[in-house]
């Protein structure tokens, strides 16, 4: 007999099996149109294939081919988020914008990932980012109360989507649950002090290699010491990222050792990654080259940088921006165990 994982999805037992998440689906995404509708929000479209995918060193493309009417190839990529478009039509004038956008990421393929998914990705301008956690927490109680769900649920944790969520920055997030000063290992320009955050990783128990490098280090810690413990009980935002893990985020005012960055949280989850956006195109291009530095430091690539988002970049009004996993969403909210049982057509393959 195949696995569950060998069945195909379109067998009728399968897919009897799975409509009942897909039609919760269905009705999530018509009450959060409606939601952003209510608000003056314009829906729009970013397109897939893009110059650049975006500049972050850990997030892997796929990779296409575009044919010229004289016969010229250029590589272009399918985008890892319609952040790029988005901030294009920001500087165009758009002032509230959000898009239900399917995106894909390559290496990416588990219970809580899959190639192609759904972003739901919105940006309001001359907002303070803050106004993003509130529309989080307004968005998990919809999903939970359009189809009667009192609980988020995965791998039997819970979390109620009625409570307001927790506000935790990074720096406490580390003290709490890992005994780590982490903006100690923190300059005022940036700068990391590997060395430091070392001492604290080995000192909670996080084995470190002789090749780790600060950021490496930290995401040791914040996955296995710090992620568990989010959004148990009650979502969790978790803000104030060091810079250096902001590529695309302001600096924070009174502290430019952290930036306007933060993550949602419900059952140990990941749901969402916010900005207060940065619209300064020189430092935007001395980060993308850092990061892309670091790709090439790690997996031996990187990607091309848009220069056409840059000068965009320059006539940008002050915004935020929020990119919300849906599948997940959907997932917490219908008690689903898998990413794939709340995609209409899983995508074949490993």
Request: aromatic fraction near 8%; hydrophobic fraction near 40%.
């Amino acid at each position: 007999m195949p696995t569950a994982s060998q069945t195909p999805w379109w067998r009728a037992d399968v897919h009897e099996d799975r409509r009942p998440f897909l039609m919760a689906r269905n009705q999530i995404t018509r009450a959060v149109r409606r939601w952003f509708e209510d608000r003056d929000f314009v829906e729009v479209e970013g397109a897939a294939l893009q110059i650049s995918p975006g500049n972050e060193a850990h997030l892997h493309a796929f990779s296409t081919e575009i044919i010229g009417n004289s016969g010229e190839h250029e590589t272009l990529y399918l985008h890892t988020s319609p952040e790029f478009a988005c901030k294009k039509l920001l500087a165009a004038g758009e002032k509230r914008i959000f898009d239900f956008a399917r995106v894909w990421r390559n290496r990416e393929r588990g219970p809580l990932h899959h190639p192609e998914f759904t972003l739901l990705e919105w940006y309001r301008t001359g907002e303070p980012y803050e106004q993003l956690m509130t529309d989080c927490a307004d968005l998990l109680a919809l999903a939970a109360e359009t189809i009667g769900a009192k609980n988020l649920a995965y791998r039997q944790v819970s979390s109620d989507p009625f409570q307001e969520p927790e506000r935790l920055s990074l720096q406490e997030a580390f003290e709490r649950h890992a005994g780590i000063n982490l903006l100690a290992s923190v300059a005022a320009d940036g700068e990391t002090d590997r060395e430091l955050l070392a001492d604290g990783a080995r000192a909670c128990g996080v084995r470190v290699a002789d090749d780790d490098v600060w950021q490496d280090i930290y995401s040791k810690v914040l996955v296995e010491k710090i992620e568990p413990h989010l959004g148990v009980g009650r979502p969790t935002i978790l803000c104030e990222y060091p810079i250096s893990e902001a590529a695309l985020a302001r600096p924070k005012a009174g502290d430019p050792r952290v930036a306007e960055r933060f993550e949602l949280y419900a059952c140990g989850v990941e749901l969402a990654n916010a900005f207060g956006e940065l619209t300064d195109p020189a430092e935007q291009r001395r980060r993308f080259q850092a990061e892309m530095d670091e790709k090439a430091r790690v997996y031996g690539e990187r990607y091309p940088i848009d220069e056409d988002f840059l000068a965009a970049l320059a006539h940008m009004p002050p915004a935020c921006g929020c990119a919300l996993g849906f599948d997940r969403l959907v997932m917490l909210a219908t008690g689903a165990s898998r990413i794939d049982q709340v995609v209409w057509t899983p995508v074949a393959g490993a």
